[in-house]
């Protein structure tokens, strides 16, 4: 599949009173066309800076930008402006025209362009019915629900029929019911029209509900990427590992929750598990063979593209020599076996 998006020894430094400061390090970065590609990180890290400058609503300080073949910063205002045309973005906070009704926020972005009002109008109900909302064309969007007017932020996204869609935190204002709502609306627009999805969030929940591939920013450098599946079975960086096990959305670090009155367990392991691990009472065995207890501090199923995959994490025994002997017995069991200090549950 052919390269759409790719980003070469991007940096990006913002000046202010006291000094520099490097928001992006150095970042390269490849997106496929037809990938619904997210970028994660914790509050800060530089990710929304970066969907800023794939569309060059920031000029990266130096590297280059290159979509669908084309270096943005060789191009000339008018070529740039033309190029944007395939580049659509939707927000966290929706940006409707709160003064115009559904059809009318649809529709506007299509009479700017020059499209005759009657054709606009009639392309608009036609997005309507793609996200599901005709019944609310007349409606203002402070009669909507948060999930309902992300839907029409969606369809005026589309209204320009984009290669690439830019979704920067849009679920991070809606509740869990709605947010996977909305992901599954934004699967089906990937999968009916191709459209090449970026997903910018910190919540490692939307990347495994939707994405392919992942990219994960943290203080500004490119820390991980590659498969969600490899990365969620396989984290390499610490800022991988938190982002899965972390136990709140405010990304507080595991060690400053030891300050909260709540279990702290020393000796933790994360164990990984897909359909294609061992059926059999693994933990139970385990704990029959050793003559040891352990605590299940946690325990979730996910389906990650499409596959079932699970975790737990476990609290061993204090003895060193069992909790080692334990851990060999769970990988001759085809388990991912990893590390995790201080845990707080």
């Given at each position: 599949?052919d390269?759409?998006?790719?980003?070469?020894?991007?940096?990006?430094?913002?000046?202010?009173?006291?000094?520099?400061?490097?928001?992006?390090?150095?970042?390269?970065?490849?997106?496929?066309?037809?990938?619904?590609?997210?970028?994660?990180g914790?509050?800060?890290?530089?990710?929304s800076?970066?969907?800023?400058?794939?569309?060059?609503?920031?000029?990266?300080?130096?590297?280059?930008?290159?979509?669908?073949?084309?270096?943005?910063?060789?191009?000339?205002?008018?070529e740039?402006?033309?190029?944007?045309?395939?580049?659509?973005?939707?927000?966290?906070?929706f940006?409707?025209?709160?003064?115009?009704?559904?059809?009318?926020?649809?529709?506007?972005?299509?009479?700017i362009?020059?499209?005759?009002?009657?054709?606009?109008?009639?392309?608009?109900?036609?997005?309507?019915?793609?996200?599901?909302?005709?019944?609310?064309?007349?409606?203002?969007?402070v009669?909507?629900?948060?999930?309902?007017k992300?839907?029409?932020?969606?369809?005026?996204?589309?209204?320009?029929?984009?290669?690439?869609?830019?979704?920067?935190?849009?679920?991070?204002?809606?509740?869990?019911?709605?947010?996977?709502?909305i992901?599954?609306?934004?699967?089906?627009?990937?999968?009916?029209?191709?459209?090449t999805?970026?997903?910018?969030t910190?919540?490692?929940?939307?990347?495994?509900?939707?994405?392919?591939?992942?990219?994960?920013?943290?203080?500004?450098?490119?820390?991980?990427?590659?498969?969600?599946?490899?990365?969620?079975?396989?984290?390499?960086?610490?800022?991988?590992?938190?982002?899965?096990?972390?136990?709140?959305?405010?990304?507080?670090?595991l060690?400053?929750?030891?300050?909260?009155?709540?279990?702290?367990t020393?000796?933790?392991?994360?164990?990984?598990f897909?359909?294609?691990?061992?059926?059999?009472?693994?933990i139970?065995?385990?704990v029959?063979k050793?003559?040891?207890?352990?605590?299940?501090?946690?325990?979730?199923?996910?389906?990650?593209?499409?596959?079932?995959?699970?975790?737990?994490?476990?609290?061993?025994p204090?003895?060193?020599?069992?909790?080692?002997l334990?851990?060999?017995?769970l990988?001759?069991?085809?388990?991912?076996?990893?590390?995790?200090?201080?845990?707080?549950?």
């Amino acid at each position: 599949m052919d390269e759409i998006i790719r980003i070469k020894n991007m940096s990006k430094v913002f000046q202010s009173s006291s000094g520099e400061f490097k928001a992006l390090d150095d970042i390269n970065l490849s997106i496929h066309q037809g990938d619904i590609y997210g970028i994660i990180g914790m509050s800060g890290a530089g990710k929304s800076t970066l969907v800023r400058c794939i569309n060059f609503l920031e000029r990266p300080t130096q590297g280059t930008v290159e979509v669908d073949g084309k270096d943005l910063s060789s191009l000339s205002n008018k070529e740039l402006r033309a190029t944007r045309k395939d580049i659509a973005m939707i927000f966290q906070q929706f940006n409707l025209l709160m003064q115009k009704n559904v059809i009318d926020n649809i529709c506007f972005p299509l009479t700017i362009a020059g499209m005759k009002k009657k054709e606009a109008r009639k392309k608009a109900y036609e997005l309507l019915e793609v996200v599901g909302l005709t019944d609310k064309a007349k409606s203002y969007p402070v009669q909507l629900s948060g999930g309902q007017k992300q839907r029409v932020a969606i369809a005026r996204a589309l209204a320009a029929e984009p290669k690439i869609l830019l979704c920067d935190e849009a679920t991070s204002a809606l509740d869990p019911q709605t947010t996977k709502s909305i992901l599954a609306l934004l699967k089906e627009i990937n999968e009916k029209y191709g459209i090449t999805i970026v997903i910018i969030t910190h919540e490692m929940a939307v990347v495994q509900e939707i994405c392919s591939h992942v990219a994960i920013i943290g203080g500004g450098k490119l820390v991980e990427q590659g498969e969600v599946f490899d990365i969620f079975s396989h984290p390499k960086s610490q800022e991988a590992r938190e982002l899965i096990i972390k136990k709140d959305e405010a990304g507080v670090s595991l060690k400053k929750q030891k300050e909260v009155k709540e279990l702290v367990t020393k000796h933790c392991i994360r164990i990984v598990f897909t359909e294609n691990s061992s059926f059999e009472p693994v933990i139970a065995n385990m704990v029959i063979k050793y003559q040891a207890p352990v605590n299940i501090l946690k325990a979730d199923t996910k389906n990650v593209g499409g596959i079932a995959h699970g975790e737990m994490i476990l609290g061993l025994p204090e003895d060193r020599q069992v909790a080692e002997l334990m851990k060999e017995y769970l990988r001759s069991r085809g388990l991912e076996v990893e590390e995790v200090y201080d845990y707080v549950g």
